[in-house]
């Protein structure tokens, strides 16, 4: 089993800066994927960014060169890095780890970025 918790979100400025980090706990050592996902309100939850085990990376194009994802393998810790933030930015960042084929998901936290 594994367990997800988000931190970092906030309230920030349009052209701001977050960094969001997602802990991973429990049996976690054959985590591949993780990534990070957003839902506005009255929309469906999009992909954000992913990034597997052996680093490599992908992301939304709306977000593409103003969002950064990394990851420590060996703390099990994802991060988004989140540069010249807009208003349509503001949403609930969830993380998600796969494992086996099985999906893991935090609770969310909120990112709103004021104009």
């Known amino acids: 089993q594994v367990q997800l918790v988000e931190s970092g979100g906030g309230l920030v400025q349009a052209g701001g800066s977050l960094r969001l980090s997602c802990a991973a706990s429990?049996?976690?050592?054959?985590?591949?994927?993780m990534g990070w996902y957003r839902q506005a309100p009255g929309k469906q939850r999009e992909l954000v960014a992913t990034i597997t085990r052996g680093g490599n990376t992908d992301y939304a194009d709306s977000v593409k060169g103003r969002f950064t994802i990394s990851r420590d393998n060996a703390k099990g810790t994802v991060f988004l890095q989140m540069t010249s933030l807009k208003p349509e930015d503001t949403a609930v960042y969830y993380c998600k780890g796969t494992q086996l084929n099985a999906d893991y998901w935090g609770q969310g936290t909120q990112v709103t970025v004021s104009s």
């Open positions: 429990g049996i976690i050592f054959r985590i591949n994927a």
